[in-house]
Nanobody
Framework: QLQLVESGGGLVQPGGSLRLSCAASGFTLDYYAIGWFRQAPGKEREGVSC????????YYADSVKGRFTISRDNAKNTVYLQMNSLKPEDTAVYYCAADSPLAGCAPYEYDYWGQGTQVTVSS
C-alpha cells in the first residue's frame, strides 16, 4: 500500500527553522515527482516546492524562494523541506504528495497525499 508520512512540524518563532520529512512506503520515491504543499485556514491549498524524478529539477513558490530548500534522499526513500527564516505567514498544514514524473507543482496534479503536519510560526 502506497503511503506518505510527514513529520517535523511544530511551533517556531519568526526567523527560525524547521525541516520537514516525507517518508514513503509501498513504493520507490525516486520514480515520482514529489511536492510539498500547504494550506492555511480559509485558504486554498498551494504548491510550495516540488522536485522532479528525472533530473532533480526543482520549483519554488515566489513566497519561499531563497528560504526553503527541497531535497530527496533516495536511499532513505525520503524527501525533505528545509525551511529557514520562517515568517508568520508560513503558518499552515504542510502536505507532501507524489505523482507521475510529468507532474508540475499544482495540487490537482497529485493523487497520493500524506496526512499533513502543522507548522506554526509565532512569537
Amino acid at each position: 500500500q502506497l503511503q506518505l508520512v510527514e513529520s517535523g512540524g511544530g511551533l517556531v518563532q519568526p526567523g527560525g527553522s524547521l525541516r520537514l520529512s516525507c517518508a514513503a512506503s509501498g513504493f520507490t520515491l525516486d520514480y515520482y515527482a514529489i511536492g510539498w504543499f500547504r494550506q492555511a485556514p480559509g485558504k486554498e491549498r498551494e504548491g510550495v516546492s516540488c522536485i522532479s524524478s528525472s533530473d532533480g529539477s526543482t520549483y519554488y513558490a515566489d513566497s519561499v524562494k531563497g528560504r526553503f530548500t527541497i531535497s530527496r534522499d533516495n536511499a532513505k526513500n525520503t524527501v525533505y523541506l528545509q525551511m529557514n527564516s520562517l515568517k508568520p505567514e508560513d503558518t499552515a498544514v504542510y502536505y507532501c504528495a507524489a505523482d507521475s514524473p510529468l507532474a508540475g507543482c499544482a495540487p490537482y496534479e497529485y493523487d497520493y497525499w500524506g496526512q499533513g503536519t502543522q507548522v506554526t510560526v509565532s512569537s
